[in-house]
């Protein structure tokens, strides 16, 4: 059973470039979630989706992210504009149900964003 | 707002020590505890979780961790361990209530090297 993939692994854009992260969750599972881990700090929150609907985006920066999770095909996170800011590690994580039936999130692998 | 402190940034161990990483969350409700670690290259793996009842968890490899409510502490424990524990070891937190968000609130990480 393959964990959840991410691609691309590493992705450089320069500024003012768009920036498209893909997730394809586990097999079997209909709940996504998108967390951002900036140099020396934890992973934050950003977004959290089910098929076709956001659940919670309140981690998600107001202006130039977005995500989307459609009916078939991976998650997406799109950044627009990228900003040398944006430089981070994405990582995507998915669980069959919501965490408040006792299941884990299993976490991909990430993709490295940098911006020049 | 709710937040994750691991106060250990860095921790330096030899072989067959024993380990405490300490975790303590700020959130007064009921929570749900996780810890992940991240093995050099490799994605985050749970290592244990708590949501309800004894309030000492076994994990995998080892690890266990106390959940004490009036601390507001989840700390992680191996009595002993190997040079392969080498990681980056992350405390995290949900709420726990039905439906909405579930959302992991993560520490900052520690990072812990465990010499031969």
């Known amino acids: 059973n393959a964990g959840v993939m991410q691609n691309p692994r590493h992705l450089v854009r320069r500024r003012g470039q768009e920036a498209r992260l893909r997730c394809s969750p586990m097999k079997g599972h209909s709940h996504v979630y998108w967390y951002r881990q900036l140099p020396e700090e934890g992973l934050k929150f950003m977004v959290y989706?089910?098929?076709?609907?956001?659940?919670?985006e309140s981690g998600m920066p107001k202006e130039r992210f977005s995500a989307e999770f459609p009916k078939e095909g991976p998650s997406i996170l799109r950044i627009q504009q990228v900003v040398r800011g944006d430089s981070a590690a994405y990582f995507c994580?998915?669980?069959?149900?919501?965490?408040?039936?006792?299941?884990?999130?299993?976490f991909g692998p990430g993709t490295r964003l940098t911006v020049l | 707002a709710q937040s994750v402190s691991q106060h250990n940034h860095h921790v330096i161990l030899s072989e067959a020590a024993s380990l405490e990483l300490g975790c303590n969350y700020s959130?007064?409700?009921?929570?749900?505890l996780f810890w992940y670690v991240q093995y050099p290259g490799q994605h985050l793996q749970l290592l244990l979780k708590y949501f309800s009842g004894d309030p000492l968890v076994k994990g995998i490899k080892g690890f266990e961790a106390e959940f004490i409510k009036s601390k507001f502490s989840f700390n992680l424990r191996k009595p002993s361990v190997q040079w392969s524990d080498t990681a980056e070891y992350f405390c995290?937190?949900?709420?726990?209530?039905?439906?909405?968000?579930?959302?992991?609130?993560f520490g900052t990480g520690t990072l812990l090297a465990v010499q031969p």
């Open positions: 959130y007064g409700g009921t929570v749900n």
């Open positions: 989706l089910q098929k076709e609907n956001i659940i919670d």
């Open positions: 994580a998915s669980s069959p149900e919501g965490l408040a039936v006792g299941n884990e999130q299993f």
């Open positions: 995290a937190v949900t709420r726990s209530y039905g439906g909405a968000t579930n959302k992991l609130i």
